[in-house]
């Protein structure tokens, strides 16, 4: 759990001006908060960013009584990487939320030693958990994955004690399937048709001789 100092922000500051401070505007609202503008320091606002995403809960300090928070969306300059707008949604105490978790696939898969793929295919299961046990991400340990077939399902995927998986159960997260390469036949040229060309005299009139040049 990460803690956050903000401060309230008032309509009449615009959003430049509090980035030209150091800082960034951002809002915090949820199911029984009002929607309230706060700035952030830039700095430690994204330091927190790498370190919660957002599936890690932050608790915001300085906006009336401490908040636990999720980073729900930030955005972010397209040439500077600099954060310019943050979103958080206030967590409801003792009450289930609903989100998608990534997963961190761990360990090495035999199958993957032997020359076949390894393929995933989700990587994140949406869940719903009680805020305090809620995951930074879920680990997948692939080192199971010895032939090719092998596969591993969302509902094998260990979960918090308070944790009900939303994506199917039976979804495919990860398997294995055999490498095999593509053999590269070279075409043959194709033939080269010579015309070879033959004099043929020229038809004689009729009625007009044919005289042989004198030597």
């Given at each position: 759990?990460?803690?956050?100092?903000?401060?309230?922000?008032?309509?009449?500051?615009?959003a430049?001006?509090?980035?030209?401070?150091?800082?960034?505007?951002?809002?915090?609202?949820?199911?029984?908060?009002?929607?309230?503008?706060?700035?952030?320091?830039?700095?430690?606002?994204?330091?927190?960013?790498k370190?919660?995403?957002?599936?890690?809960?932050?608790?915001l300090?300085?906006?009336?009584?401490?908040?636990?928070?999720?980073?729900?969306?930030?955005?972010?300059?397209p040439?500077?990487?600099?954060?310019?707008?943050?979103?958080?949604?206030?967590?409801?105490?003792g009450?289930?939320?609903?989100?998608?978790?990534?997963?961190?696939?761990?360990?090495?898969?035999p199958?993957?030693k032997?020359?076949?793929?390894?393929?995933?295919?989700?990587?994140?299961?949406?869940?719903?958990?009680?805020?305090?046990?809620?995951?930074?991400?879920?680990?997948?340990?692939?080192?199971?994955?010895?032939?090719?077939?092998?596969?591993?399902?969302?509902?094998?995927?260990?979960?918090?004690?308070?944790?009900?998986?939303?994506?199917?159960?039976?979804?495919?997260?990860?398997?294995?399937?055999?490498?095999?390469?593509?053999?590269?036949?070279?075409?043959?040229?194709?033939?080269?048709?010579?015309?070879?060309?033959?004099?043929?005299?020229?038809?004689?009139?009729?009625?007009?001789?044919?005289?042989?040049?004198?030597?």
């Open positions: 759990m990460l803690t956050l100092e903000v401060k309230p922000r008032g309509t009449a500051e615009s430049q001006t509090i980035r030209a401070q150091g800082s960034v505007p951002a809002v915090l609202y949820g199911p029984k908060e009002a929607s309230t503008a706060i700035a952030i320091d830039a700095r430690t606002l994204e330091h927190a960013w370190q919660a995403g957002e599936t890690t809960i932050v608790t300090k300085g906006a009336g009584a401490d908040k636990d928070t999720l980073i729900r969306d930030v955005q972010v300059h040439v500077t990487g600099r954060l310019l707008h943050a979103d958080f949604y206030v967590l409801e105490k009450k289930k939320i609903e989100i998608a978790v990534p997963l961190a696939f761990t360990g090495e898969a199958a993957e032997q020359g076949h793929i390894i393929s995933k295919a989700l990587h994140e299961i949406e869940i719903e958990v009680v805020p305090a046990e809620l995951p930074h991400n879920l680990p997948v340990d692939i080192s199971r994955l010895e032939n090719v077939g092998d596969h591993i399902t969302a509902s094998q995927i260990p979960l918090p004690p308070s944790a009900t998986l939303l994506t199917h159960g039976d979804e495919t997260v990860v398997s294995v399937t055999a490498f095999v390469e593509e053999k590269i036949e070279s075409a043959a040229p194709p033939p080269v048709e010579v015309a070879v060309a033959t004099e043929q005299a020229e038809p004689v009139p009729e009625g007009v001789k044919s005289e042989k040049p004198t030597e």
